[in-house]
């Protein structure tokens, strides 16, 4: 049964880059009919899709966030990882992990990891 | 971009209540639809795939329909879990930039 658990610091200075890393248990990053997304949630607000990557490196980035937003995948680790530059208080949210079939067998968001939560503050 | 549009953002109701969510596209997404509900603190779960399909384990008092711009959510009888807020999420564009309806909240009268 696939998992997903986001991992990286919780509290990042504004200007600065934020990191997080997804590890999958139970399952392979190259299966080749996922794709991987972040997706986020400000405190008390609704859910923000930030961006997908393919494992083969192919990345799909929300417009509004495009300027700085990296997505990368590590296939040896089963690991996919987000990087946003320059961040604002408004970046501060619960960031998830989610995979997301391609296609037309069950296309959304499932599973998903638990989530981290990321304060953007000096 | 496509743009989900939920109505009501909340809504109170009682055990035992029919309640209806509906959730509108600013454009075209066939079936591509699905619902998510979240409850405080966890990650959401998906309910509700291609805009009517059940997801192992949800409970069957829960349904979906629509395609094209709208769609619904309808929970025929509520449950005490079912005080929660739900999300639609649109898995149509090309390239695939999924968005999400802003959500709706119900909660126990």
New interface residues.
Partial sequence: QLQLQESGPGLVKPSETLSLTCTLSGGSISSGSDYWGWIRQPPGKGLEWVGFIYYSGNTYYNPSLKSRVTISVDTSKDQFSLKLRSVTAADTALYYCARHPIGLVKPAFDPWGQGTLVTVSS | ?IQMTQSPSSLSASVGDRVTITCRASQGIAS?L?W?Q?KPGK????LI??AS?L?SGVPSRFSGSGSGTDFSLTISSLQPEDFATY?C?Q?HSI?????????TKLEIK
């Fill in positions: 971009d591509y699905n998510y979240q990650a959401p779960k998906l795939y291609a399909t997801q999300y999420q898995s390239p695939p930039e999924y968005t999400f309806g802003q959500g």
